[in-house]
């Protein structure tokens, strides 16, 4: 597996106009170019448990999706909440996909994270 450091992904602020790019942390799912990445100063904690946006594209760029990444580091869990923070998909990290596995350990191994309190995966 192999963690790619992106730094052409583009937010764009929608209030403003404004667009800016920053670093996220990608995988590459295996014979497909697909790039599924996690943006690593928005991630969140509570106890074991983190979160944060996905961002799903290609070579050329990624982009945010509605979906949030939701790992327990402790339990292996994996799960993907939509924008209302319903599980939409999920199990065990060792039985999901590579990029799935990647991306969880990934996020687990991140130093710098911001506390949510309200922050749950079930």
Request: glycine letters at 10%.
């Amino acid at each position: 597996m192999t963690r790619t450091h992106t730094a052409f992904v583009v937010v764009s602020l929608l209030a403003t106009g404004h667009t800016f790019a920053r670093p996220v942390t990608c995988h590459e799912e295996a014979g497909t170019m697909q790039h599924i990445c996690y943006d690593p100063a928005n991630i969140r904690h509570n106890g074991n448990v983190r979160a944060s946006p996905i961002l799903m594209g290609g070579p050329a760029g990624v982009e945010r999706t509605s979906f949030v990444l939701v790992t327990d580091c402790e339990k292996g869990v994996i799960t993907m909440q939509d924008r209302r923070g319903v599980n939409v998909g999920g199990g065990l990290t060792n039985s999901s996909s590579a990029s799935g596995r990647a991306l969880a350990r990934w996020m687990c191994d991140e130093k710098k994270t911001r506390f949510d309190k309200s922050l749950r995966q079930f």
